[in-house]
């Protein structure tokens, strides 16, 4: 068979979610990487200039996925070839010639007596066959039919559907085909690409993942659907209906009850559990899998009877797998399709030695003890994970991997991991795992390469042996068109980049960035310096080379990481704290800094691109695009003061106030006596519960005495600046009450107070000698406490908070 020639097909679609937009179509040097393996079988030619030649034929009491796939094929055939496919069903007086689509369990695939037909699919696995010249697509029990419609139209005809704005089809009004007979059934009931762009259900149907997320209807075979989705102990036993009579119900700590994870030994808090897992799952019928796991966080029960089944095991999830085992034991008569999920996760990722799982339990296992330190090596070059997951395979557990693929800081940060998270797919597909899930931007669209993530591990969740880069290929090639070969370049670039740092010597960040933690900042040595600089160049290329409006807007999308980076290395960005680092245009590096008007330039189009895309995340979290456009802004308007400043010093007396009585008691004032209070530092980038208070919530106190010398006292403007208190803060100075800072005075959440830095005209109240600085911190949750420094800042103008620890961070 010649091989024909790939024409850019404009075709307008309506996609579920999407705009009615037109396709750029392929490059020349495109090759479909997803060509099928095997001997095809006998040419046959679907349609000759413009008309078909065959006929789609429905069994005479079609499922409604039968339907479905007829009607999408269809559809597609047409859009290939301009020719209109009927659809019949057996039955309704048509009689095959020979030139017959089959779809599903006709009575002609029976007559045919095909081996594909007798061969179980499963729910999601299909067969393509042929017997002469008769085509027969047939799957598994719930989405089959339809993934071998669209593995014949990806595979043998080269369509594609990168992306849930994208449908691109090959041109060919007369349409000759060897279809490759075949059969697969994906061993992962769950492929769930976890970003953003993956979520569109008429995307995950033609792309073949199944996630919770992209919701299938159940007429089209559905979705892995979670009644409940991990972190649902206080879903199931809610501490504000159960806390106040029960504190027994929920963990022990330091001798304390707290509500913070469930004492599973407790035979009220199972039965609990079980009622409200029944009631749940009979208002949820389709679910297929509840999760009953730890809330976020550590704080397991310390009770003598959890720990005495615990610690001789070394791992908590002995009291997690027998709780657990007891839920799915009391479900499964009722709810025989439905498996109980639980977490292997920070202290119960290792198996317990005395109890498995049961059949009806899945263990989803995370991958934080690997992917959070060392993101850019594979899970076979660290032990902790894989011997976690080995040891779980072991015993027989059903594996449902948590992995993490993105920087969780910097959503839209270059991230060179494509020739990471393949491998570790591969290990995972040999150790049990039975569902995977790579976590990324899902807040947002607008993560580095966000599109082509997607669609390369869809397809290799799918089939983990497809080569990654001949599906980036594919996908670089296909979704840009006329632009694609500077951006294959550039991906190139990341690959490149990976492997030279990846052969780099070193044990730690310092000796190579590549070992940064998976919150690596954007200015790291691997994305940033000449690397930056050659993809500004690459991308400037590819808008010369991109001609028509939806072309335009891929490109200008897939380059705002590139900007992003550049903008953060230059002008600086927002740190996890809430500080802002100075970029090299503002601290002199030695590395020279681009020009202004090309930030200014970076900067306007990134905004436009964020407008347009409707981007909301670049970070996990709360909606932050719009607050790190506006520092961006005000760092290239602004000056930054002058200033000089004195760090307070970085240990502070301490004390807890359980019952609130600081205030009453003027815990505040020079009289009382500290000495049997206890220290702690502000210096460690944590609070309290680093410090021997791991387990406290609630009101605590602060208290430092602060030499002032005279040139100080006396200075004009004198403020003192907290660089962050989480979360609520009340500041006395010399027994006057001097500022507040709490959510209530500021309007602030409490997920965005305790990042925020404050600073106030201090002078009033401050004099020359020894002065008392008391801080009340009330904190509600997680860490607590002052987490930062504290300084005397003197300035040349009025400035706040930020500006002012801006101007201290570009000093030093």
Known sequence: MKPCLLICLTLAVVLATGPSLAAPGFHAQWRNALKPRGKPGPQITLAAAGRA??????????????EKAAADLAQWLQGITDAKFSVVREGSGYRPTGREISIGQTALLRNARLAAARADLGNEGYAIAMKGTTLFLLGGRTRG????????????????????????????PTLRVQPVPRRFVPVLEIRDPFYWDAFDSTWSLRNRTNTPYAKIPEEWGGHVDYALFVHTYNTLVPPDRYFAEHPEYFSELGGQRRPVQLCLTNPDVLRITIDRVKEILRANPHSEIISVSPNDGTGYCECKECLAIDEPEGTRAVTLIRFVNAVADAIKEEFPQVRVSTLAYLDTYLPPKSVRPRDNVAIQLCTDAHAW??????????????????AWAAIGAQIH??????????????????????????????????GIMLQGAYQSPGSADGPMRCWVWAKQLWDPTLDTRALMRDFVYGYYGEAAEPLWRYQELQWRRWEEYHRR???????????????????NEVIAGDFTEQALALFAEAEKLAKDPETIRRVKLAKLPVAYAALCQGIGFLRD???????????????????????????????????????????????????????WKELLAQKLPAVSYRPLGATWRFRTDPEDVGVKEAWFGPAVDDAGWAEVRSDRGSGWESQG?????????YRQR????????????????????DEDAEVWVNGEKAFTHTCEATGLAPEAIWTTPFAFDVRPLLKEGENLVAVRVNNRQGMGGIWKPAYFVTTDADADARLLLTAIDAGE
């Open 53 to 66: 030649r065959y006929t789609i034929l429905l069994p005479a009491r079609p499922t409604t996925q039968d």
């Open 373 to 390: 330190s060392r993101p850019f090596l594979t899970v076979t070059e660290t032990e902790k994970f894989q011997q976690a997951m080995k």
């Open 706 to 725: 602060v030499v002032v010398p005279a040139e100080l006292a006396a200075a004009e403007r004198l403020y003192l600046l907290f660089a962050a208190v």
């Open 401 to 434: 991997i948590w992995d993490y693929t993105v920087n969780f800081s910097h959503y839209v940060a270059p991230m060179p991991n494509m020739a990471v998270v393949t491998p570790c797919i591969r290990f995972f597909f040999d150790h049990n795992a039975r």
């Open 693 to 701: 208070f791991a387990n406290y919530t609630g009101v605590a106190w």
């Open 577 to 631: 704290d809430g500080q802002v680092r100075l970029g090299k245009r503002v601290r002199g590096a030695a590395a020279k800094p681009l020009p202004d008007t090309l930030y200014e330039q970076l900067l306007a189009e990134l905004e436009e691109t964020v407008a347009r895309e409707q981007i909301t995340h670049f970070a996990e979290g709360s909606p932050d695009a719009a607050r790190k456009i506006a520092v």
């Open 505 to 523: 010597p070193g044990k730690t960040p310092q000796e190579n960035p590549l070992l940064a933690d998976i919150r690596y900042t954007p200015d």
């Open 145 to 172: 039919p339809i993934n071998a419609v669209y593995a014949f139209l990806e595979e043998d005809l080269g369509c594609r559907w990168y992306h849930r704005d994208s449908v691109t089809l090959p041109r060919r």
